[in-house]
């Protein structure tokens, strides 16, 4: 088992940043990568950014230039960082332990608590 606990996110206004983490203990070995997962009221949860542990990327098509993904190995932890947010951003973040492979992100049923971003002015 992977437990993950995560912090960050609450309330920004458009155009602001807010940085999200999300530390793993467990059974870590079992994972080669981590992400972020991002589901709005009515909508399926999506793929935001995913992190190899070699420090490959891979980002949803709307946040790329805005949002960056990294991780501290030695913490065992990720980042999202996300800038210019905005009110399409809003959802709940849900960090996940997967792996990556052949440049894309495979999730394992590993999740975080979700912390709510909203985005509104």
């Known amino acids: 088992q992977v437990q993950l606990v995560e912090s960050g996110g609450g309330l920004v206004q458009p155009g602001g940043s807010l940085r999200l983490s999300c530390a793993a203990s467990?059974?870590?070995?079992?994972?080669?990568?981590m992400g972020w997962y991002r589901q709005a009221p009515g909508k399926q949860r999506e793929l935001v950014a995913g992190?190899?542990?070699?420090?490959?990327?891979k980002y949803a098509d709307s946040v790329k230039g805005r949002f960056t993904i990294s991780r501290d190995n030695a913490k065992n932890t990720v980042y999202l960082q996300m800038k210019s947010l905005k009110p399409e951003d809003t959802a709940v973040y849900y960090c996940?332990?997967?792996?990556?492979?052949?440049?894309?992100?495979?999730?394992?049923?590993?999740w975080g608590q979700g912390p709510q971003v909203t985005v509104s002015s």
């Open positions: 467990g059974s870590i070995f079992s994972i080669n990568a």
């Open positions: 996940n332990a997967g792996t990556y492979y052949s440049r894309s992100y495979y999730p394992h049923d590993y």
């Open positions: 992190i190899s542990s070699r420090g490959s990327t």
